[in-house]
């Protein structure tokens, strides 16, 4: 699985990004797909996942300002990001688990600044 992610930028504290991560294969059995993210000098940490029966997990950090989605028809996975804090400053990566296997996006790059 080769995972794309896009949507990153540069955004105003308050504002909203929406990242997109495109799979180079069916979606449809793909366990779980979602998102982590590393800022700088830190690990990287866990942002939001959903199954593939579609339940949902967020980072307490996050959760009722992003929402994590599927498109099985598009093959994506994506993150709505709203109401954006300097501290989500960081590089966001998806990830996928199939097959026993946990498979990476190359990230993209979220700034939110004044």
């Known amino acids: 699985v080769q995972l794309q992610a896009s949507g990153g930028g540069l955004v105003q504290p308050g504002g909203s990004l929406r990242l997109s991560c495109a799979s180079s294969?069916?979606?449809?059995?793909?366990?779980?797909m979602g998102w982590y993210r590393q800022s700088l000098g830190k690990q990287r940490e866990f942002v939001a996942l959903?199954?593939?029966?579609?339940?949902?997990n967020y980072a307490a950090s996050v959760k009722g300002r992003f929402t994590v989605s599927r498109d099985n028809a598009k093959n994506t996975v994506n993150l709505q990001m709203n109401s954006l804090k300097p501290e989500d400053t960081a590089v966001y990566y998806c990830?996928?688990?199939?097959?026993?296997?946990?498979?990476w996006g190359q990230g993209t790059l979220v700034t939110v600044s004044s």
């Open positions: 294969r069916s979606i449809t059995g793909i366990n779980v």
């Open positions: 959903m199954s593939d029966g579609g339940n949902t």
């Open positions: 990830y996928a688990m199939a097959d026993g296997t946990t498979y």
